[in-house]
């Protein structure tokens, strides 16, 4: 089993920055490949960033040029550095790990409100 706690949601002006992170546990060597993905009200969960073992990194559209994911893989925790936020990225922003094709495991999501 793998454990994920994502903290670094908050409250930001349009425009601002934020820094989210995933701190995973447990059996980790199982994970290929880590993620962020986010729920706004009323909306379906949607694909974020996601970054491999090896580095690989992929972007939703909606996210790139503002949003960079990385990882630190002596602490075991994935980063998310927002920059240039908008009001529409305000939504509860989940961390997911597993295989490369499947997230096995999912945190319990943290906050993120743009006002504009």
């Known amino acids: 089993q793998v454990q994920l706690v994502e903290s670094g949601g908050g409250l930001v002006q349009a425009g601002g920055s934020l820094r989210l992170s995933c701190a995973a546990s447990g059996s980790t060597v199982s994970i290929n490949r880590m993620a962020w993905h986010r729920q706004a009200p009323g909306k379906q969960r949607e694909f974020v960033a996601s970054i491999t073992n090896i580095g690989t990194t992929t972007y939703a559209d909606s996210v790139k040029g503002r949003f960079t994911i990385s990882r630190n893989n002596v602490k075991k925790t994935v980063y998310l550095q927002m920059n240039s936020l908008k009001p529409e990225d305000t939504a509860v922003y989940y961390c997911?790990?597993?295989?490369?094709?499947?997230?096995?495991?999912w945190g319990q999501g943290t906050q993120v409100t743009v006002s504009s």
């Open positions: 997911s790990a597993g295989s490369v094709y499947v997230d096995n495991y």
